[in-house]
């Protein structure tokens, strides 16, 4: 696969999310919708990352259900035993499955094409990010794994001293999140001076833009269904 | 004088405790080792020279540091800090700022405006035997290759001091040993001064021209290298600094009574993958058994899968009591605490324990009583320490698993860690500490097993705290 900056993909994943909430013709949205979950799908599995696909499943039959409880009126156009499912609880399904499609897409693309480090750098130089808020997201990067740690710590000590482990009362929070926050807190606290002690306040902004053809290509694609879809609202 | 420092009074914003009159001047290629109990204002310093006191933390700092001529406790010196000092911190994973050593090194030379950083980096990469490691994340790095990381970023932009705050606290022997090569090699080697801020002076007694003992933020000593004598370790010593390698001087317990925990060719390890293979061990009763091993090598995973946090891989763990009682203290006592409040820790540990152990509690640390509206996370490290490991004890356990209990510890936290053991001991438990402490072996071990190469046996006393003597040297 050719070289695309991370950049261009967050550009291109922002404007498809965009896209599916502006527009509100669902027909409109069936152009990007299709070729985008199909594209996501495929770099998905290829990469193993199984969470978007699952996802976006349980969310179709998350409203699916949803559609036959509370809008299943209409011609029959199945029915099973008792159950008859109406247009307009196929029709409501459909309408809001494409939105999903088109935002699930546009995110196992981004995902699959993307590494965190490289977005960070890339946000910064491509997109002139301020140097606090990339500092901010490589920290991120950096702390999740840490914190998971201790979450895992933190849950194990409590079922050893009978606690709970799954939070159902705001006790229960405060109790995982005071140990989570303490040892959070220090060692950002440490961290923060690091930084400064290493020159961040020197530091300049890496506003350094440079795209290939290839990220004019991705843009200029997102630029594409862009346009017929809102060609397609307005012949509508 | 490369460096010029004159603290006169140094102290954090809404704090009692003030560093007063520290006077340190450095040459080039000099070295100043720091040493003093915990709590003697060692860090304080160190932040204080820097300038971070006054400028980042809104604390007050009256006097001068000078570094090559410029003034750190000035804004506008404080602007030069990064350009003339390299830090190493104490716990790697609190400066360590960048999801991979690439990055990691990176930084500072991109904040300086370096113009060769790709070069640079991946020379000093190479140097600290990183290279193959650029890329991977934080998280995949050995303890020693984060400390070495650590040193790597703090002189790759070439600053002519380096400061280094207990760079030993968190690392097995051989860490140490590294720490002490790259120190050799390319701090004092490359005629950089250095400021060794550490409680565990032995490391470093031969590696520096002066030692300076800090003690309720006055300097109490100073002498040069040459001038240490043996009435000088001593003097250290009573002060809590560590100087000296243990001695084996007791004979192992012989009153352990029968077996209560084995394990018959157990397998531990992550997600099916092992770590340590084909592992036969056994606690008895009034036992303290210490497993030892280098970073990494397998200890907490092998007191987690006791504790029943991780499943066995394979093989068997056998209680030979009915309802076994083991209780897991982590190396963070921070994980421990549960409640808003001290009291409200004491107070479920009445529940489980009933007054009497609460009255033991404050007989045995009457300072307690003035500490009970506080926050368990802001006590002092040993504070921490000793109520996590009190709390452990309110479960009453038949069996407490310890990991790196003396770790961070100045030689008086050490000794009141010792001496609870000691109790809980007499209390009819039996301990399993993890440590690569060699202290632990010499002072509290009835038996030891090794951790290496993927495997554990048990060894003997001697062989045990030999193997980790050996390590760092």
């Known amino acids: 696969m050719p070289r695309v900056s991370p950049a261009t993909w967050f550009i291109y994943s922002l404007i498809m999310t965009a896209l599916a909430f502006t527009i509100r013709s669902e027909i409109a949205l069936i152009l990007p919708a299709i070729p985008n979950f199909i594209l996501g799908l495929i770099l998905s599995l290829r990469k193993k990352y199984y969470l978007f696909p699952i996802a976006f499943l349980l969310a179709v039959w998350a409203l699916f259900l949803n559609a036959v409880l509370f809008v299943n009126y209409g011609e029959p156009v199945v029915v099973v035993g008792p159950l008859v499912i109406r247009s307009n609880a196929l029709w409501a399904t459909l309408i809001v499955t494409v939105r999903i499609m088109t935002i699930t897409g546009a995110a196992m693309i981004f995902v699959s094409m993307i590494n965190p480090r490289e977005l960070i750098i890339s946000l910064e130089r491509q997109l002139g990010l301020p140097k606090g808020l990339a500092f901010a997201l490589s920290l991120a990067l950096r702390l999740i794994p840490l914190m998971t740690y201790d979450y895992h710590e933190i849950l194990f000590i409590r079922r050893q001293r009978g606690y709970r482990t799954k939070l159902i009362i705001p006790t229960d ?13 220090d060692r950002a606290y440490w961290i923060g001076i690091a930084a400064e002690l290493r020159g961040f306040q020197l530091r300049k902004r890496r506003f350094n833009p440079k795209y290939t053809l290839w990220d004019l290509l991705v843009i200029a694609a997102a630029i594409a269904q862009t346009i017929v879809s809102l060609a397609i609202v307005f012949l509508h | 004088m490369l460096v010029d420092a004159k603290i006169t009074r140094a102290q954090h914003r809404g704090s009692r405790f003030v560093l007063r009159d520290v006077f340190l001047n450095l040459g080039e290629g000099e070295s100043v080792l720091v040493v003093g109990s915990s709590g003697c204002g060692k860090t304080t310093l160190l932040l204080a020279m820097t300038g971070v006191l006054n400028n980042l933390l809104e604390g007050e700092v009256e006097g001068y540091s000078r570094i090559g001529g410029v003034n750190l406790l000035e804004p506008e010196g404080f602007r030069e800090v990064a350009r003339l000092v390299g830090v190493v911190l104490q716990d790697p994973d609190k400066q360590i700022a960048m999801p991979t050593p690439y990055d990691e090194v990176s930084f500072v030379l991109e904040n300086l405006g370096f113009n060769d950083i790709e070069e640079r980096t991946n020379r000093i990469l190479g140097t600290f035997g990183l290279t193959g490691k650029e890329f991977v994340s934080i998280e995949k790095l050995s303890g020693g290759e984060k400390r070495r990381l650590t040193i790597a970023s703090a002189i790759v932009h070439d600053p002519p001091i380096i400061l280094f705050d207990e ?16 120190f050799r090699e390319h701090v004092s080697g490359l005629g950089k001064a250095s400021i060794v801020v550490e409680h565990k002076a032995k490391y470093f007694l031969d590696l520096v021209d002066e030692v300076i003992l800090l003690e309720d933020g006055v300097i109490r000593a100073r002498r040069r290298i040459s001038e240490v004598d043996e009435a000088f370790l001593e003097y250290l010593e009573e002060h809590g600094v560590d100087v000296r390698s243990p001695i084996l001087i007791r004979e192992p317990r012989k009153d352990a009574g029968r077996t ?37 090598s397998g200890k907490t995973t092998f007191l987690k ?28 006592p921070d994980y421990m605490f549960i409640h808003t409040r001290v009291k409200r820790e004491l107070d479920d540990l009445y529940k489980r324990s009933g007054r009497i152990f609460i009255e033991k509690i ?47 510890l100045d030689l008086k936290l050490y000794r009141h860690v010792v001496e609870w053991i000691r109790k809980i001991v007499k209390e009819k438990r039996s301990i399993i500490i993890a440590s690569h402490d060699p202290r632990v072996i010499a002072d509290l071990a009835d038996r030891v097993y090794l951790v290496e190469n993927n495997r554990m046996r048990e060894v003997s006393l001697e062989y045990g705290l030999k193997w980790l003597e050996e390590g760092f040297k």
């Open chain 2, 305 to 332: 899968t006791i504790a029943g946090a991780l499943k066995p891989v394979a093989g068997e763990i056998v209680f030979h009591e009915e309802n076994p009682r083991v209780f897991y203290v982590p190396q963070n």
């Open chain 1, 173 to 185: 929070v405060i109790g995982v999140l005071l140990p989570l926050v303490a040892v959070g807190i």
């Open chain 2, 362 to 408: 404050f007989s045995e640390a009457p300072w307690l009583k003035g500490l009970l509206d506080m926050s368990p996370h802001r006590l002092s490290h040993g504070q921490r320490r000793w109520l996590a490991l009190t709390i452990a004890r309110g479960y009453n356990p038949s069996i407490v698993l310890l990991d790196e209990p003396t770790t961070g």
């Open chain 2, 167 to 182: 760079p030993t606290a968190s690392i097995d022997p051989w860490g140490v040993r590294e720490v002490r090569k790259y």
């Open chain 2, 260 to 296: 209560i925990l084995e394990t018959r060719g157990l397998t531990i390890g992550y997600n099916g993958q092992p770590v340590i293979s084909g592992i036969d061990f056994e606690v008895h009763e009034r036992e303290v058994v210490v497993v030892i091993g280098a970073n990494g």
